[in-house]
């Protein structure tokens, strides 16, 4: 089959030739109707995130139809359509038997660890595929198993109340589903802090209180706007010290922040007003669970999580197309997506 691969780090990525996949019992062979190209691959190829084991086919958000099923597997025949979920879990440690697979101790994920969705087909444990409705395209249902349940996963941890207001710091990817989830799950007031002019006006089209960072402390703003009282809840979606800091500071009585984007810098608070006093909480946001998928799912079947047409663009499967994709995410400042569609 015809695969799209990552051969040597810091190099584009090549097209192979490799066999496809053979089943397991409990794994389910996809033909690859959609593969999303993410931020992350950008990395992996640039070496800026370690993949250990060359060459390796990229690609972790994916839809397609299930080819064939594992003699174990109940819930999926050859035909259904499916997207999939990225951590590979082995479902008994302790972490898994709890519902947290993101910290199971032989945990994978598909595109770094293990071949991803850039390929004609892929193979998955069946319990990693999650029924995709009619209603939901091939390419939604592969964009959003990333950012997208990725924002679901920090609101929640944020445990985001219904009519409780909301600041989001950044309106990439993660945010611009955050604003969507975060009203699907019937928050209050959504301040979104941004610099970039189009983006502003793009919060504000959706009905949320754009906050222009350049043009005064957005601290200052947001509580001017929230009449004193700071936010429930804030996410950090951006990963710099500055916006973390901000996110804390936001807060009104009993707020909580959660912590998304990657940052190597270390940020300072003043413990006595900023969480002590209000007793605030900052909470750490890593991936997302299986468990949250189905409701995910259902925002989008139902509109409340949506991609409008001008927000994707497609390629095929072919590594020309999608090195120049990957090239133009690396400055990227849109909320443009880029799937891979198979055109055989
Ligand atoms: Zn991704
Ligand atoms: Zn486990």
Do not use: W
Request: proline content about 4%.
């Amino acid at each position: 089959m015809k695969s799209v691969r990552l051969v040597q780090v810091g190099k584009p990525l090549e097209e192979a030739d490799i066999p496809i996949p053979d089943i397991g019992s409990s794994d389910v062979l996809i033909r690859v109707a959609a593969a999303g190209i993410c931020h992350s691959d950008a990395h992996y190829r640039a070496g800026i995130s370690r993949i250990d084991d060359l060459p390796l086919t990229l690609g972790h958000e994916i839809a397609g139809r299930v080819e064939e099923v594992g003699g174990d597997v109940e819930h999926l025949s050859a035909g259904d359509r499916v997207c999939v979920h990225y951590l590979v879990h082995c479902g008994t440690c302790q972490f898994c038997v709890r519902g947290l697979e993101q910290f199971c101790r032989s945990g994978q994920m598909i595109g770094k660890h293990c071949d991803g969705g850039y390929a004609q087909f892929i193979k998955v444990p069946a319990r990693n595929a999650f029924a995709l409705p009619d209603k939901i395209s091939f390419e939604i249902g592969a964009i959003m198993m990333c950012s997208s349940a990725t924002a679901l996963h920090a609101l929640n941890k944020a445990r985001l109340k219904s009519g409780e207001s909301v600041a989001i710091f950044g309106f990439g990817g993660l945010g611009f589903s955050a604003l969507q989830l975060a009203r699907a799950l019937g928050c209050g007031e959504i301040y979104v802090i941004e610099i970039n002019p189009a983006k502003l006006d793009s919060i504000r089209k959706l009905g949320a209180v754009a906050i222009d960072a350049n043009a005064g402390d957005p601290i200052e703003q947001i509580k001017e706007a929230s009449g004193g009282k700071g936010v429930d809840v804030s996410l950090e979606l951006i990963g710099s010290a500055s916006t973390m800091r901000q996110a804390v500071q936001c807060l009104g009585v009993l707020g909580r922040t959660a912590f998304v984007g990657l940052t190597a810098e270390s940020i300072s608070i003043f413990p006595y007003p900023e969480l002590i006093n209000k007793e605030a909480e900052i909470i750490g946001v890593s991936d997302h669970l299986a468990t949250e998928l189905p409701a995910l799912l259902e925002f989008a079947r139902s509109g409340k999580l949506r991609f409008p047409a001008e927000t994707l663009r497609v390629v095929d499967l072919d590594a020309a197309q999608i090195n120049a994709a990957l090239d133009a995410l690396q400055d990227s400042i849109d909320h443009i997506r880029t799937v891979i569609v198979p055109s055989k």
